[in-house]
DNA sequence: TATTGTTATACTCTATAACTATA
DNA sequence: TATAGTTATAGAGTATAACAATA
């Protein structure tokens, strides 16, 4: 028997599942390079800024300082980062050629990961997303180390 | 200084920042009922579904068999779920009287919550978030324990 | 005093494999 | 053989508090 559920009436449940299902499609898209959702992201946004400081990739992902650390000590073990210091206290963060290479790979593989979705959905429907859901993680500030 | 972040522009990012900042306010909701959002959602489902089994409550989450064992096992300790036996091998949930004033409070709590989002949107960019969201869910089949 | 990076730690949710006792 | 519930365990992400070194 399948049983009622009110939630599907809900956002934010609406939200979680769709965004769980994509995470899943997205962890399988990646699971051969051995490298976690958080760890590609930062890889992307240090990519983007080159001699970025840890804190801010945290800031642009809204990942936490501390919870930053072991993504780039992994990221540095795997050759893919390195970081020379600024001013003592912080570190400037590049992409290695390696990197450079891992980075690519992974754009490939979140520009599959995305069509399989974003194919589903026209382009107005999409325009809409677009503008909601940035309104939906402004409304309150709770995010990560705001 | 502040990085850019091309990822703004992929879905499957802004649907986990935004899923992020609807659950966190959800937790801050519940806090101080001391159950958590997995807990009131199952609650929610078995209150919709009297003499419901405990499968078929993960089924209708997408919460893994294995995983909805401690869930229940708490909702009992807190004296909110019932259950017997059915067959010997399965079980029927039930909410007792606690547990029934306690999903009457969810619920509230839950609309206070959904409305402070909701109200930032137009109706017919809800109704394309309700068109669009379960067509993600449905895309690929990777939901847990489908 | 405020900031960067760090450590330690706990919590929440999820995933897999294997077991039991039933059916 | 298949199913309901369970156990054990690991992984991923997130949260807080506190510290050292530096600005």
Redesign the pocket.
């Known amino acids: 028997m399948t049983l009622t559920n009110a939630l599907e009436s809900r956002l934010g449940y609406q939200l979680?599942r769709a965004s769980?299902v994509m995470m899943?499609d997205l962890s399988r898209e990646l699971a051969d390079m051995d490298l976690?959702?958080?760890?590609v992201t930062a890889l992307l946004v240090i990519a983007e800024n080159p001699d970025c400081?840890?804190?801010?990739v945290g800031q642009a992902l809204?990942?936490?300082?501390?919870?930053?650390?072991p993504i780039?000590?992994r990221l540095m073990e795997r050759g893919l980062v390195a970081r020379r210091r600024i001013?003592?206290?912080?570190?400037a963060l590049t992409l290695t050629d390696d990197g450079s290479k891992c980075a690519k790979d992974v754009q490939d593989r979140i520009d599959r990961h995305e069509a399989r979705f974003v194919e589903l959905l026209s382009t107005p429907d999409m325009e809409t997303l677009f503008r909601c859901l940035p309104v939906i993680r402004t409304a309150r500030e709770a995010e990560?180390e705001a």
Chains 1, 2 share one sequence.
């Open positions: 979680r769980a899943a976690r959702p958080a760890e400081s840890q804190t801010e809204a990942i936490k300082r501390a919870n930053m650390v780039i000590s001013d003592g206290r912080s570190h990560a």
